[in-house]
């Protein structure tokens, strides 16, 4: 009886429903509901990540972790408009490296930065089109007040990662341990860029871990004493990492280096590994292949985003403090319109011909009317790397 009545309820509110008098007409969502494990939405969040790394100039290629929720919007013709909200994972490869984040490891898990992304990945499937026309991420430290307290005998010892660089020793790890690299080095000399990432510790002392890119100075070993002007536009050609202890006499200092390959450009271009073939979608792999839809030229064909960096979750709420924790711990927001019928945005880039081109894009929609197989499998799952 209990678990008859909300059903028979449910059949009176139907038929209530199919007699009363006709309302204004409401137009149901058009956006349906996907699996977060399916294969073809899969590529997409895979397709739409390689975008977003490839788009950013700062920070760390992001790895996916799981697809949290999908929404499919059908547009004219065989196309199609996705909703995606990605929990992604930093690796440790810097973006500037260019690496598809399934070349790139993961950090230690003290030592992650997780969050998670919304993107608007428009497929058109004739026109072979797969693009990212927006997005937006947000990230955070894993939480140390959360690992200690999920596991207080992990040898945290004090450490933290964070992005800030003001303390003097962050900078003397780094210029120390550059040093060393290029007394080390036979003939090119480098110089810092800036520090991207810094981890403190104790050991025995404070300890110093730092990740810095470099530039290649425009002198070599033996006119060393010149070499205090460098061109400024000159890129980043490498990460190295450097370590610093600052407690004993003899401060020990280590340094490795990693050089980006895709530096040097080669002749044929940035182009010359771009043959998607046929779109069979699924089967779409995170690489090179943005530029396989026929919109090779096109500036404008790069998504419009950025990537936010939030302190760790644990660190918000400083003790005694007032405030409560954030309502959304991981807020993102990817708005490119509030109204509800949606408004057309114009993709005519995207495409050969003359005609004009429109998508229809809706507000994002909310977290509470995700799908219900969402959200799917995580390479990761340790609730500390996923956002609640
Ligand atoms: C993306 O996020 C930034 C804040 O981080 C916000 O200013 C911007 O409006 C967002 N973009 C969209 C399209 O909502
Ligand atoms: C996800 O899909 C893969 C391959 O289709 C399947 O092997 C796996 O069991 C699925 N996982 C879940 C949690 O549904």
Same mark, same amino acid.
């Given at each position: 009886?209990?678990?008859?009545?909300?059903?028979?309820?449910?059949?009176?509110?139907?038929?209530?429903?199919?007699?009363?008098?006709?309302?204004?007409?409401?137009?149901?969502?058009?956006?349906? #509901? %996907?699996?977060?494990? /399916?294969?073809? $939405? *899969?590529?997409? &969040?895979?397709?739409? +990540?390689?975008?977003? @790394?490839?788009?950013?100039?700062?920070?760390?290629?992001?790895?996916?972790?799981?697809?949290?929720?999908?929404?499919?919007?059908?547009?004219?013709?065989?196309?199609?408009?996705?909703?995606?909200?990605?929990?992604?994972?930093?690796?440790?490869?810097?973006?500037?490296?260019?690496?598809?984040?399934?070349?790139?490891?993961?950090?230690?898990?003290?030592?992650?930065?997780?969050?998670?992304?919304?993107?608007?990945?428009?497929?058109?499937?004739?026109?072979?089109?797969?693009?990212?026309?927006?997005?937006?991420?947000?990230?955070?430290?894993?939480?140390?007040?959360?690992?200690?307290?999920?596991?207080?005998?992990?040898?945290?010892?004090?450490?933290?990662? #964070? %992005?800030?660089?003001? /303390?003097?020793? $962050? *900078?003397?790890? &780094?210029?120390?341990? +550059?040093?060393?690299? @290029?007394?080390?080095?036979?003939?090119?000399?480098?110089?810092?860029?800036?520090?991207?990432?810094?981890?403190?510790?104790?050991?025995?002392?404070?300890?110093?871990?730092?990740?810095?890119?470099?530039?290649?100075?425009?002198?070599?070993?033996?006119?060393?004493?010149?070499?205090?002007?460098?061109?400024?536009?000159?890129?980043?050609?490498?990460?190295?990492?450097?370590?610093?202890?600052?407690?004993?006499?003899?401060?020990?200092?280590?340094?490795?280096?990693?050089?980006?390959?895709?530096?040097?450009?080669?002749?044929?271009?940035?182009?010359?590994?771009?043959?998607?073939?046929?779109?069979?979608?699924?089967?779409?792999?995170?690489?090179?292949?943005?530029?396989?839809?026929?919109? /090779?030229?096109?500036?404008?064909?790069?998504?419009?985003?950025?990537?936010?960096?939030?302190?760790?979750?644990?660190?918000?709420?400083?003790?005694?403090?007032?405030?409560?924790?954030?309502?959304?711990?991981?807020?993102?927001?990817?708005?490119?319109?509030?109204?509800?019928?949606?408004?057309?945005?114009?993709?005519?880039?995207?495409?050969?011909?003359?005609?004009?081109?429109?998508?229809?894009?809706?507000?994002?929609?909310?977290?509470?009317?995700?799908?219900?197989?969402?959200?799917?499998?995580?390479?990761?799952?340790?609730?500390?790397?996923?956002?609640?």
């Amino acid at each position: 009886m209990g678990l008859l009545l909300p059903l028979v309820l449910c059949a009176l509110a139907v038929g209530s429903g199919a007699t009363s008098p006709p309302l204004p007409v409401f137009n149901p969502s058009p956006l349906l #509901s %996907r699996g977060c494990n /399916d294969s073809d $939405v *899969l590529s997409f &969040a895979n397709f739409a +990540l390689g975008d977003i @790394n490839r788009d950013r100039k700062d920070g760390y290629v992001l790895s996916l972790n799981r697809v949290s929720d999908v929404r499919e919007h059908r547009q004219d013709g065989p196309a199609a408009l996705y909703y995606l909200t990605l929990d992604v994972i930093e690796t440790d490869c810097h973006v500037l490296s260019r690496k598809s984040w399934k070349d790139c490891k993961g950090r230690a898990l003290f030592h992650s930065v997780y969050g998670q992304c919304k993107a608007l990945f428009y497929m058109h499937k004739t026109a072979r089109i797969l693009h990212t026309l927006s997005y937006n991420c947000t990230l955070r430290p894993v939480s140390k007040r959360s690992i200690l307290r999920t596991c207080p005998d992990c040898p945290v010892l004090g450490g933290s990662v #964070s %992005r800030d660089f003001s /303390d003097p020793s $962050v *900078l003397e790890t &780094a210029t120390e341990s +550059l040093a060393k690299y @290029n007394s080390e080095s036979t003939s090119k000399q480098y110089s810092l860029v800036k520090i991207t990432m810094v981890s403190r510790q104790w050991v025995g002392g404070p300890s110093y871990s730092v990740e810095y890119l470099i530039k290649e100075a425009p002198c070599t070993k033996s006119q060393a004493s010149s070499c205090t002007h460098q061109s400024p536009d000159s890129e980043a050609v490498g990460l190295c990492k450097g370590s610093l202890i600052k407690s004993s006499r003899v401060k020990p200092v280590s340094v490795t280096c990693d050089f980006f390959k895709s530096q040097a450009p080669t002749p044929g271009g940035e182009n010359s590994a771009v043959n998607l073939g046929p779109v069979q979608l699924p089967k779409v792999e995170d690489s090179q292949q943005k530029k396989s839809a026929p919109t /090779d030229a096109p500036a404008t064909a790069v998504p419009k985003g950025s990537v936010q960096y939030l302190p760790d979750l644990g660190d918000e709420k400083p003790q005694g403090s007032q405030e409560s924790v954030p309502v959304e711990a991981f807020p993102v927001h990817l708005d490119l319109t509030r109204n509800p019928q949606g408004e057309p945005v114009d993709i005519s880039f995207l495409f050969m011909g003359p005609e004009k081109e429109t998508v229809l894009v809706l507000p994002f929609p909310s977290k509470e009317q995700r799908s219900a197989e969402c959200p799917g499998p995580a390479q990761e799952d340790n609730p500390l790397l996923l956002p609640p």
